[in-house]
């Protein structure tokens, strides 16, 4: 299962890289403080962003303490994926 898990994770990882955010852009960039495109834990949980706050550790995808909107992408199809859903374009 955890293999499987893995799995598409990197898919939606790669298929995120051409994407679109599916994460509004307007709430991103006003959660997102010093406008580096991407959100610490601290940005996502300062109110703006809930969900991303919950899920923070299950999104960062590469572990280095941010998410992207690519990350953020990627979690939800994974999630879709999961459920037998088909991916979002």
Not at 21 to 50: H, I, M, Q, Y
Not at 63 to 88: C, H, M, N, W, Y
Request: glycine share 6%.
């Amino acid at each position: 299962m955890r293999a499987l898990k893995s799995i598409l994770i990197t898919i939606s990882v790669a298929l995120a890289a051409t994407a679109a955010s599916a994460v509004s852009v307007g709430k991103f960039a006003a959660a997102d403080s010093n406008k580096d495109r991407a959100l610490t834990k601290a940005e996502a949980c300062a109110g703006k962003t809930p969900r991303i706050c919950k899920n923070f550790e299950a999104i960062d995808a590469n572990k280095d303490g941010t998410v992207t909107r690519a990350e953020i992408r990627a979690f939800r199809q994974g999630k879709r994926l999961s459920k037998g859903l088909p991916l979002k374009p």
